[in-house]
């Protein structure tokens, strides 16, 4: 299913506008200090700077406060300035003060608020918005989502309307309209006019499944920080390392990205010998021939020819780690627990990956999917669980443990949550050894969770038994082997067809509410094509690939924005 235009597709914004916006913000900045500058660069603007030319804030500053009496105790006379990404906080003035060089050092503001990573993807690059807001109650990252949307009607145009689901989506979105009444107001026809925000804690369920799409499993794998990544000697076939921009430009990548990965392979060997093709049109060329061959062929195939090979290579990398047996049987417990069928084999493979410590991470990714799915774990299996892991993995993960479960990730069913009537009934007349055995077999029946009753509602999980062929995908499931439509995904399908969320109370309230669509003004352009979807806490690659699978059945383009 490769990604390819649409008939009659609609344009999308020019969004490198955003680029040179940030880029002369900055050197603006930079030019109010004359002469020449000494810049100290905090490690995490790196990249987001390389892109266009978060910060451990408080830390940052300390650095530059040592820095600043250092040069008074040796009597060096220098002017100072800090400027702050994307936005200056109280808490960093204090320490200045604090340190007695407050009156030594000028603070600014660089607004640099979202970064196009490619045609249909901006960032805020906010790794720690998650951690600040779900988990920590801090909202200072608020403002800067709120900002960012009104930097982006600022260049494109208003928005027709707003949609939104979670609390955080609904304090961005008042956010968003203070600054909006505070600012001058300008109209201008609209690029793109709907936007969709939704928390990340809405739908804890996709992240916490294996992606099998390429360019999930690249992240998976490699890790791709800021639209780019690193592959290693082992994917190079040389004893260097290639950093690699990850984008549309990229024409071997931006036909494989959203594939199911069973499918990359084939792919690429049709790709490798239509390239071989290419390349033997030069025998039997006269010198003319061969001049027009070089000049305009030669080095598109030779890059060509590079970016094939690295994503050979990274695509035989992730063959020896993801067809592994440890890996299909991983991904059979997965789809099991979203299907709820077999729950004590999943709890039992489960301990089996935490005893064999196959993976830190992949233990508790199964923890929580479990806990999720199952509405909490029975209490005997969740101490057993937490001591099995603790013992395996070391005591200073009781932190982890605490911080998810007050994110509600990973719970302990509340006694009487989970016995019936005729269970509690059973109990009295056998022993209590086959008490359990029937508790465990009739708790995954009679008990329901929210997960089960959204995946009912919204057909979330695709009957059992169905062939589904991933070489021609039928719906976003294929994202998932076609086991499973991301949640979040299905939501913003849902109410894009209803244009809003009437009919779907039901649903609305099992998610606790704090839904909203408003009207802001009429649009009859082809910008009611584009949809702009702001996921406030981060997302994944495989919802993106589910989204663009989404618009190309739709004839609509969702551009994607990431914390």
Request: proline share 2%.
């Given at each position: 299913?490769?990604?390819?235009?649409?008939?009659?597709?609609?344009?999308?914004?020019d969004f490198?506008?955003?680029?040179?916006?940030?880029?002369?913000?900055?050197?603006?900045?930079?030019?109010q200090?004359?002469?020449k500058?000494d810049l100290?660069?905090?490690?995490?603007?790196?990249?987001?700077l390389?892109?266009?030319?978060?910060?451990?804030?408080?830390k940052?500053v300390l650095m530059?406060?040592?820095l600043?009496?250092?040069?008074?105790?040796?009597?060096?006379f220098?002017?100072?300035?800090?400027?702050?990404?994307?936005?200056?906080?109280?808490?960093?003035?204090?320490v200045l003060?604090?340190?007695?060089?407050?009156g030594?050092?000028?603070?600014?503001?660089?607004?640099?608020?979202?970064?196009p990573?490619?045609?249909?993807?901006?960032?805020?690059e906010?790794?720690?918005?998650?951690?600040?807001?779900?988990?920590?109650?801090?909202?200072?990252?608020?403002t800067?989502a709120?900002s960012?949307l009104?930097l982006?009607?600022?260049?494109?145009?208003?928005?027709?309307?707003?949609y939104g689901?979670?609390?955080c989506?609904?304090?961005?979105?008042?956010?968003?309209?203070?600054?909006?009444?505070?600012?001058?107001?300008?109209?201008?026809?609209?690029?793109?006019?709907?936007?969709?925000?939704?928390?990340r804690?809405?739908?804890?369920?996709?992240?916490?499944?294996?992606?099998?799409?390429?360019?999930?499993?690249?992240d998976?794998?490699?890790?791709?920080?800021?639209?780019?990544?690193?592959f290693?000697?082992?994917?190079?076939?040389?004893?260097?390392?290639?950093?690699?921009?990850?984008?549309?430009?990229?024409?071997?990548?931006?036909e494989?990205?959203?594939?199911?990965?069973?499918?990359?392979f084939?792919f690429?060997?049709q790709?490798?010998?239509?390239?071989?093709t290419?390349?033997?049109?030069?025998?039997?060329?006269?010198?003319?021939?061969?001049?027009?061959?070089?000049?305009?062929?030669?080095?598109?195939?030779?890059?060509?020819?590079?970016?094939?090979?690295?994503?050979?290579?990274?695509s035989?990398?992730?063959?020896?780690?993801?067809?592994?047996?440890?890996?299909?049987?991983l991904?059979?417990?997965?789809?099991?627990?979203?299907?709820?069928?077999?729950?004590?084999?999943?709890?039992?493979?489960?301990?089996?990956?935490?005893n064999?410590?196959v993976?830190?991470?992949?233990?508790?990714?199964?923890l929580?999917?479990?806990?999720?799915?199952?509405?909490?774990?029975?209490?005997?299996?969740?101490?057993?669980?937490?001591?099995?892991?603790?013992?395996?993995?070391?005591?200073?993960?009781?932190?982890?443990?605490?911080?998810?479960r007050?994110?509600?990730?990973?719970?302990?069913?509340?006694?009487?949550?989970t016995?019936?009537?005729?269970?509690?009934?059973?109990g009295k007349?056998?022993?209590?050894?086959?008490?359990?055995?029937?508790?465990?077999?009739?708790?995954?029946?009679?008990k329901?969770?929210?997960?089960?009753?959204?995946?009912k509602?919204l057909?979330?999980?695709?009957?059992?038994?169905e062939?589904?062929?991933?070489?021609?995908?039928?719906?976003?499931?294929?994202v998932?082997?076609?086991?499973?439509?991301?949640?979040?995904?299905?939501?913003i399908?849902?109410?894009?067809?209803?244009d809003?969320?009437?009919?779907?109370?039901?649903?609305?309230r099992?998610l606790?509410?704090?839904?909203?669509?408003?009207?802001?003004a009429?649009?009859?352009?082809?910008?009611q094509?584009?949809?702009?979807v702001?996921?406030?806490?981060?997302?994944?690659?495989?919802?993106?690939?589910?989204?663009?699978?989404?618009?190309?059945?739709?004839?609509?383009?969702?551009?994607?924005?990431?914390?």
């Amino acid at each position: 299913m490769a990604h390819t235009e649409w008939k009659d597709a609609p344009g999308l914004p020019d969004f490198s506008l955003l680029k040179r916006l940030a880029r002369d913000q900055l050197i603006f900045l930079l030019e109010q200090l004359p002469g020449k500058k000494d810049l100290f660069i905090d490690a995490d603007l790196m990249s987001p700077l390389d892109r266009i030319a978060n910060v451990t804030i408080l830390k940052f500053v300390l650095m530059f406060t040592d820095l600043v009496n250092a040069d008074k105790v040796a009597g060096r006379f220098r002017r100072y300035k800090i400027i702050f990404t994307p936005q200056k906080f109280y808490a960093c003035e204090t320490v200045l003060e604090e340190q007695g060089v407050y009156g030594d050092v000028t603070t600014d503001e660089w607004n640099f608020y979202i970064l196009p990573l490619d045609d249909d993807i901006l960032s805020l690059e906010l790794p720690e918005f998650f951690r600040d807001n779900f988990l920590e109650g801090d909202q200072r990252w608020v403002t800067t989502a709120g900002s960012a949307l009104r930097l982006l009607q600022s260049v494109y145009g208003s928005f027709s309307k707003v949609y939104g689901i979670g609390r955080c989506a609904k304090m961005v979105y008042e956010s968003w309209r203070e600054l909006m009444e505070d600012g001058e107001q300008r109209t201008r026809q609209p690029e793109f006019a709907k936007v969709f925000l939704v928390d990340r804690d809405v739908d804890f369920v996709t992240p916490l499944c294996s992606q099998v799409v390429y360019e999930g499993l690249v992240d998976d794998l490699f890790r791709i920080k800021c639209g780019s990544v690193e592959f290693g000697p082992d994917v190079t076939s040389s004893d260097k390392s290639i950093k690699v921009m990850l984008n549309s430009q990229d024409k071997v990548f931006s036909e494989i990205r959203n594939e199911h990965f069973s499918n990359v392979f084939g792919f690429l060997s049709q790709k490798a010998k239509n390239l071989q093709t290419a390349y033997d049109k030069r025998r039997g060329m006269d010198i003319q021939q061969m001049k027009a061959f070089v000049a305009d062929e030669l080095k598109g195939l030779k890059q060509e020819h590079r970016l094939l090979s690295l994503h050979i290579g990274a695509s035989e990398s992730m063959m020896k780690k993801k067809t592994k047996q440890d890996f299909q049987e991983l991904l059979k417990t997965e789809h099991s627990l979203l299907e709820g069928f077999e729950i004590r084999e999943c709890i039992t493979y489960i301990e089996e990956h935490i005893n064999r410590q196959v993976s830190m991470i992949d233990s508790l990714r199964l923890l929580c999917l479990l806990s999720i799915t199952e509405n909490g774990l029975l209490s005997k299996d969740y101490r057993s669980l937490k001591a099995q892991y603790l013992q395996s993995y070391g005591i200073e993960h009781l932190l982890t443990f605490a911080n998810l479960r007050q994110l509600g990730l990973l719970e302990e069913q509340q006694a009487g949550e989970t016995l019936t009537v005729m269970e509690s009934k059973v109990g009295k007349l056998v022993n209590d050894k086959t008490v359990g055995k029937l508790t465990d077999a009739f708790s995954s029946l009679a008990k329901k969770s929210n997960f089960r009753a959204l995946s009912k509602r919204l057909a979330l999980v695709p009957k059992s038994g169905e062939e589904y062929d991933l070489r021609v995908p039928r719906d976003m499931a294929y994202v998932f082997s076609g086991a499973y439509i991301p949640l979040s995904c299905k939501l913003i399908e849902q109410v894009l067809e209803r244009d809003g969320w009437t009919g779907m109370e039901e649903v609305t309230r099992m998610l606790n509410g704090q839904e909203f669509a408003v009207t802001e003004a009429r649009s009859k352009t082809d910008a009611q094509r584009i949809v702009l979807v702001m996921f406030l806490g981060g997302c994944t690659f495989s919802e993106i690939s589910a989204l663009r699978f989404l618009g190309k059945e739709r004839g609509t383009y969702y551009v994607k924005q990431m914390e």
